[in-house]
């Protein structure tokens, strides 16, 4: 099983600053796998990146992947309040698809 | 836009079997791969399996053999089902569309979840 590990586990910024949020993958992930979601309180979670790279439609364009082998980064170019929330990675290229444990974005 | 929504009970006792069942809101049962997806209070996401209307299904190993799932084409629903509960199936269940026919390669719709407490 792919291990997701994902940090910091909480981030507190303040508006309009740059967030960079890491998931590390305990072996390599293929760029196509990989996955942001993210999840406000009481919702569901919502996809922003897919192919580690290519924005989800809806996502704001200050949402941006990047990438490759086991180092995954989500970066979040400045912060809108609406931002807080927690972030998921996710991976298929192993089996069985796994999450990270998320990163709480504090704003 | 499609849209999902699951419905079951929200209460079981353990040792009960867990029946859940996702309502696709237009046609496209029959296009995707559909999948459940639980996150424990405060807890990561973990992602359950996935069943396609072929009858081709797949699970996490470490639920496999507790968890069947099955869709219904002309009720344009799919179903979980799962087993032997335990307190640590609490959890909230969503259901979620995997994209990749349409070239995403994610899960690029969810139900709003549904939330299952296993108690006596």
């Known amino acids: 099983e792919i291990v997701l590990t994902q940090s910091p586990s909480t981030l507190s910024l303040s508006p309009g600053e740059r967030a960079t949020l890491s998931c590390r993958a305990s072996?390599?992930?293929?760029?196509?796998?990989l996955a942001w979601y993210q999840q406000k309180p009481g919702q569901a979670p919502r996809l922003l990146i897919y192919?580690?790279?290519s924005r989800a439609a809806g996502a704001p364009d200050r949402f941006s992947g990047s990438g490759s082998g086991t180092d995954f980064t989500l970066t979040i170019s400045r912060l809108e309040p609406e931002d807080s929330a927690v972030y998921f990675c996710?991976?298929?290229?192993?089996?069985?698809?796994?999450f990270g444990g998320g990163t709480k974005v504090e704003i | 836009q499609v849209q999902l929504q699951e419905s079951g009970p929200g209460l079981v006792k353990p040792s009960e079997t867990l029946s859940l069942t996702c309502s696709v809101s237009?046609?496209?049962?029959?296009?995707?791969?559909w999948n459940w997806i639980r996150q424990s209070p405060g807890k990561a996401l973990e992602w359950i399996g996935y069943?396609?209307?072929?009858?081709?299904?797949s699970y996490n190993p470490s639920l496999t053999n507790r968890v069947t799932m099955s869709v219904d084409t002309p009720k344009n629903q799919f179903s979980l089902r799962l087993t032997s509960l335990t307190a640590a199936d609490t959890a909230v269940y969503y259901c979620?569309?995997?994209?990749?026919?349409?070239?995403?390669?994610?899960?690029?719709?969810w139900g709003q979840g549904t939330i299952v407490t296993v108690s006596s």
């Open positions: 979620a569309r995997w994209g990749e026919v349409t070239g995403i390669k994610a899960f690029d719709m």
């Open positions: 237009d046609g496209s049962i029959t296009t995707y791969y």
């Open positions: 069943v396609h209307h072929s009858g081709r299904a």
């Open positions: 072996q390599r992930v293929t760029s196509s796998a």
């Open positions: 192919g580690a790279s």
């Open positions: 996710q991976q298929f290229g192993g089996s069985p698809l796994t």
